[in-house]
């Protein structure tokens, strides 16, 4: 495999090293919102370029790629974690969700249907996505400011994408009732 062939996998990596970037940042406490804020948005412009990468070097899946939504889960996830870890989120409703989803969306695995665990992943992840824009706009405006011209943007450069996602959402949302 060539050099290049490897940066959308590369790319789907640095969200590890985010999520865990943004777990070291828990000591600092609630003063590195910004940072996990632009952490996060670094996160979401590598899911956006690894995928057009991969698709334009015509390159076949590797298990890297094959996870990148579980590895995008693994940054939501630590994003959760450092809300409520820095009482930005209080504890009584971030670790009772935090384990809940988790659980939840670890038991759609036992129907070996990629979709039905996507689905029910996204929906539980959904809120967790936004919270820290959502609480960045009281405590760190720039913050939320990038956030909401990050998301803007994004939609404007990649509206077909985010019109399979949804679609996406959908079909497992439909095979997970459909039982």
């Not at 940066?7 to 090293?17: E, F, G, M, Q």
């Not at 504890?91 to 036992?110: D, K, N």
């Amino acid at each position: 495999m060539k050099r290049r062939e490897r940066i959308p996998d590369w790319l789907t990596a640095s969200r590890v090293l985010i999520a865990f970037a943004i777990l070291a940042l828990i000591p600092v406490g609630p003063q590195a919102l910004g940072a996990v804020a632009g952490l996060l948005l670094l996160g979401w412009t590598t899911d956006m370029v690894d995928g057009r990468l991969a698709r334009r070097y015509e390159k076949e899946p590797t298990w890297l790629g094959e996870h990148d939504f579980q590895i995008d889960m693994i940054m939501v996830l630590a994003s959760a974690i450092f809300l409520t870890a820095t009482g930005l989120v209080p504890m009584e409703i971030g670790v009772p969700y935090i384990c809940g989803a988790v659980l939840l969306s670890l038991y759609t695995l036992r129907y070996r249907h990629f979709l039905k665990f996507k689905s029910v992943t996204m929906l539980l992840a959904f809120p967790w996505v936004f919270t820290p824009f959502v609480i960045a706009l009281f405590r760190d405006p720039i913050a939320a400011y990038a956030g909401l011209a990050w998301m803007t943007l994004a939609l404007i450069l990649d509206w077909r994408r985010f019109l399979g996602v949804v679609g996406d959402f959908l079909s497992g949302a439909r095979a997970y009732f459909r039982r």
